[in-house]
């Protein structure tokens, strides 16, 4: 890839030739040493100098590189992690990484996958034997060379014994080959973690997916933790090696030079049959689910369970605002590769939905993922502010009579983390969102008058659908067992008594569609869904149920409903598009709330995701896309005038990544790293950005003068609207790992109160004008 305007030309003395990739982190570029070494230089973002935090993490990672620099691993040749624009240079390593490999070619097999074995393990020796451990460990940071596999990307590698900047709230790695203790107490993080990860690494190299796969994180995360891995594909003779690395337990896994000893010993070919008589090879056409920096997803909910259908995908090649991955520095050329929907989700994650269909017994450890290298927020903001001194909002609003700041959490049928959403009315929030239907509390004390469970494990980012007056509308997952009922229903249930009044059958298509899971919204005093076959809009009234009208879809297409102030759209694609998870080009349709008659179509240059309303039109972001490759940020706003069709796009001036939102009028994108950046929806000029060390925010939620963002750790933090200003924040109320991309807002304003949804379905609520310090 050619280096671009506004590459330097130079980095520490090495004239680069050519861009190798581009991450959240920095930039990797091929240069070459004065004696024509080809090597590889990574240049870290602008925008992460200045982060004190991300400045200590890079030099532990070139600490931890010059460590372990070896026949595994790439040599750190150079490095100025204080250079005002910090780098690092290694030596170049040719070749694709193993996730790239198992993308395009398949799962690895025979002598090659036990070359990989003893590599890894070796490996795995050398960097333990300097007292450093990797705990990153994952298909995209192996990089299979000529000479052997190595291991790159030291970025969150830590020395034993050495403080981790992993505090209260805060976890780092990429959960489907993290190890159990590594997601429950990452201060207790050793060599053994390291194990656990080769050992998913390398039931991943030898079937293409991973052994505690499931349809999204929040279950992947719980399988590692508390499920029995998957190996029936496993060749039997690796499969007796892998087993005891993924004991539950640290000290029941070998050390690396054990398993050194034990690869050694298997046969050069790793045939043989698993124990139900299929051959060796498993999935041999499997498609992986490595977490790959650049994207996520996030928010992620998978194609299927079983064999999901490849993306296809390119090396990231804009320049973006806050992404989320730490670029490796393994150089290789940048290989075109095709992990699955789950792994190269998009940034508001649009993709086809399937229901998750696990059994749980307890709720997960950890929240959702959104990125490669997910980092969980520590109990300050590394120099944004400590509370001392913070502004506070003016305030025009009053508290609830009678409040006190309070915290409870909601248990459901299914105990997920970081599902409630919760709307206000009266003196009263009504929240819901994984295993539950809705739950109505109090906001004065957060007391529960009622709560509807729901027994099945819906799509990550289902929440409630809203309420009225009189009704409150939620969705009900059946069970895994119980397949008569349907998959999903809308719910209606009465406000005062939590009485349910009736129930529906709901489509699964909008995620595909407009990248938001939203089959139902409430619109006045109607409920407007997709039933259940996925071929038609139903509106009824929210509290009787009795349908008002119904309307097919548009012949050879699937919709979903979208607001507009007090107006309808319906935004459609086509079957083939929603197959393909990649609607780009779809159309809008005015749709009339009293009779469901569709206006004329209006087509979009997209893929676009809807994020609010201005000035009456329908305004959304366009995601960026090149050829076959997932979205990986948005470049374009677009505005949809309702009432003439109207269509206007207003270009960024760069790719912006990050979570959309609106609020009176401005777009909001808040990135993976804390950076909020707010857009003018006419111009798209950027108005202000503010850097808030709130990872994986989502929101904004305005109201009392300020602007709300909050992640899954149930950290808030308020900005001034006007500037974008720092006003105060709050520190983690709840273990769970942030990162996540496309997340709808968390908080829910009552008068002067906040009300926060954090992981683990744990509410707080607390005065804007006296919120909690940040310690």
Known sequence: MSLREGDPAEIGGYPLEARLGSGGMGTVFLARTSSGRPIAVKLIHRQFAEDDEFRIRFRQEVAAARRVSGAFTAAVVDAAPEAEQPWMATTYIEGRTLAQHCATEGPLSGAELRRLAIGMAEALRDIHRVGVVHRDLKPSNVVL????PRVIDFGI?????????TMTG????TPPFMSPEQLQSPREVGPWSDVFSLGTLLVYAATGRGPFDADSPYMTAYQVVHEEPSLDAVPTTLRAVVEPCLDKEPKGRPSADELLVLLRDLPTDLGGTDADGDGASGVGTGRTRDMITQQHSA?????ASTAPTAVPTAAPDSARVDASDSVPLSAQPAVPSAPDAESTGTLTGRRLRRRWRPVLAAAVAVAAIGGGVAALNASHFGGVGDGKGDSVVTSGAALPDGFKPWRTTVRGGQDLPDELRCVARGDAVYCGGGGVVATRIRVKDGSHRWTVKSPGVPAQGMHMVGATDDTVLGYRIAAQDDPQSPPTEVVAIDAKSGRELWSAPSGAQSQAVTGQTQDALVIGSAVVSVDGSDSRFEARAAHSGEVLWTT???????????PVGTRLLAMCATDAEVDAVSARHPTLYALDRTSGKLGAPVAVDGPAVPVGVADGSLVLLREHTEEAAVPDGYDAVVRVDPASGKVTYSPLAR????TPGMADGTVYVSGQTGLVMALDPATGRKKWSQRTGVEGASGPVAGDGALYFSSATGRVVALSPDHGKFLWATGARADGLTGELGATPRVTLAGRAVVVAAAKNTLFAFDTQNPPKSR
Do not use: D, M
């Open 170 to 173: 805060r976890v780092i790695g």
């Open 552 to 562: 097919p879809f548009p012949a050879g297409t699937r919709c979903a409903p979208v």
């Open 299 to 303: 928010t992620p909910t998978s194609l």
């Open 655 to 658: 790719t912006c990544a990050g």
């Open 145 to 148: 060379s000529p000479e052997g």
């Open 157 to 165: 590698s830590r020395a034993v014994g050495q403080e981790t900047l």
